[in-house]
């Protein structure tokens, strides 16, 4: 299986800050990457799809580059409901995988 | 709106069954592939399984294996997930989510999400 690997755990910025967020994976998955946002007691929300495409409705501050193993989700300038959980997911190969997930929290 | 309505967790003891549903509305759900991924509290997130639109192919993570099954009605626009032979393990939030092909030459993703349904394995 696919391992993705996210960095760092956690992220501690203020609003306002640029935030990096990196998703390694063990074998190339071409573009086939997604990126989702969790908040606490909720479901997780699709943001980026395919590496570098918004998903529906998602402000323009988020944005997604890389191909082959290395990704990064990069929040411009972070607003206060940005903060929350992200992660990554795989969909090139058999199973689908996710990262183990970044927490971007308010410094 | 998109809705998608789990039901069927609670509370099951080890080597025990339980069978998750999914109910969804204003969508075609006969055109869509579902799937099910689950959340083990305090942790992240885990795919579980997905079926495809006409339930002719399906697939598993490895750790569910022989144990859950993935199935789906289109006629009552529902997909469930049989879960049998329960392990503590298996304790977590399962979500049930759309697939969708976004991009013409791209892959697909989970574009709803339900709110979840709780099962925990406990003696």
């Known amino acids: 299986e696919i391992v993705l690997t996210q960095s760092p755990a956690t992220l501690s910025l203020s609003p306002g800050e640029r935030a990096t967020l990196s998703c390694r994976a063990s074998?190339?998955?071409?573009?086939?990457l997604g990126w989702y946002q969790q908040k606490p007691g909720q479901a997780p929300r699709l943001l980026i799809h395919?590496?570098?495409n918004r998903a529906t409705g998602i402000p323009a501050r988020f944005s997604g580059s890389g191909s082959g193993t290395d990704f990064t989700l990069t929040i411009s300038s972070l607003v206060p409901e940005d903060f929350a959980v992200y992660y990554c997911?795989?969909?090139?190969?058999?199973?689908?995988?996710f990262g183990q997930g970044t927490k971007v929290e308010i410094k | 709106e998109v809705q998608l309505v789990e039901s069927g967790g609670g509370l099951v003891q080890p080597g025990g069954s339980l069978r998750l549903s999914c109910t969804a509305s204003?969508?075609?759900?006969?055109?869509?592939?579902m799937s099910w991924v689950r959340q083990a509290p305090g942790k992240g997130l885990e795919w579980v399984a997905n079926?495809?639109?006409?339930?002719?192919?399906?697939y598993y993570v490895d750790s569910v294996k022989g144990r859950f099954t993935v199935s789906r009605d289109n006629a009552k626009n529902s997909v469930y997930l049989q879960m049998n032979n329960l392990r503590a393990e298996d304790t977590a939030v399962y979500y049930c989510?759309?697939?969708?092909?976004?991009?013409?030459?791209?892959?697909?993703?989970?574009?709803?999400w339900g709110r979840g349904s709780l099962v925990t394995v406990s003696s």
């Open positions: 989510a759309r697939d969708r092909r976004l991009d013409v030459s791209g892959s697909f993703y989970n574009d709803y």
């Open positions: 074998q190339s998955v071409s573009r086939y």
């Open positions: 395919d590496a570098s």
């Open positions: 204003e969508f075609i759900f006969s055109s869509y592939w």
């Open positions: 997911q795989q969909r090139y190969k058999w199973p689908v995988t």
């Open positions: 079926i495809k639109e006409d339930g002719s192919e399906k």
